[in-house]
Structure formats: C-alpha cells, structure tokens
C-alpha cells in the first residue's frame, strides 16, 4: 500500500514549521520499506540571503535536514500502534557524501529507505536527487521518544 501525504498531514507528524519544515509534500510510501519526498526549493527561502547571496545554494546540512525530516515521516508511517505519536529526533548522520549544489528552482527529491530498528533507534538509507541526478546521500539514524 503506497501512502501520499500533502503539507496539512505532513504537519500531523513531524513538529516542524515554516522556515524550518523542509519536506512539502510525500509523493510515494510504502511502510517499513520506503518513502520519497518532495522539497521545492525557491529563491524565497530565508537561508539564500546569507548563504553565498551572489550564487545561492541550499546548504547541505538543510539538504541532511530534508532528509531527516523524511526518516521521521517513514518512522511515524511504519511504527506500530504503541509507537504513535511520537517524535523522532536526529541521533546521527554517517557517511554523508555531496555531488552537487541545488539552486533556486530546484526540485529537491529525498529517498529514505528502513533498514532496521533495535528499540527505540531507527536506521535509514537517504539519498536526494534532482531531475534524476545524484545531490547528496547519507546513512541516518533517529530515535523515538515519547513526548
């Protein structure tokens, strides 16, 4: 079963809000397996006044975010009953490798895939692509806690 998600559901998850929710809509989910997203990137975004403002490019560690933001959605999406409602929190980021920068009018797109959980740790394979081509990837790791 393949799950969609707009903004409205998303914000049902994930406690994140304008400037900092950096998924914008869900386009595929399957739970426990994988979920694509979507992060439309716009000159309008707060950090491109600061961040290299002659040539602006999203900051990978808000690309690292997105895809963040993505595990906690493939976490709440496959967590059993006694796990709903939780918040996942970042607990780590390995092996993140970037190919190239992403610009304004970008179409940011964010894999996450489960690879596995031991109590309260989950771990994903992330990777983001625009128009088909390798931006950035990295191995995740998120920990549900009870708010």
């Not at 809000?17 to 989910?29: A, M």
């Not at 409602?85 to 489960?114: C, H, N, T």
Request: charged share 25%; hydrophobic share 45%.
């Amino acid at each position: 079963m393949s799950v969609k998600l707009d903004i409205l559901q998303i914000q049902e998850f994930l406690p994140h809000r304008y400037p900092f929710l950096l998924v914008d809509k869900v386009i595929e989910c399957e739970p426990g397996v994988r979920l694509v997203g979507v992060k439309n990137v716009t000159y309008n975004e707060p950090f491109f006044q600061g961040h290299f403002p002659q040539k602006p490019i999203m900051p990978g560690v808000l690309i690292l975010e997105a895809l963040a933001q993505a595990t906690g959605l493939l976490a709440s999406e496959t967590a059993p009953d006694e796990l709903v409602g939780m918040i996942y929190y970042l607990a780590s980021i390995d092996k993140a490798k970037f190919k190239r920068p992403v610009v304004p009018g970008d179409q940011l797109m964010l894999e996450v895939k489960f690879l596995k959980s031991k109590r309260n740790i989950w771990a994903f394979d992330c990777r983001a692509e625009v128009d088909g081509e390798f931006v950035a990837s990295a191995e995740i790791r998120c920990a549900a806690v009870v708010e």
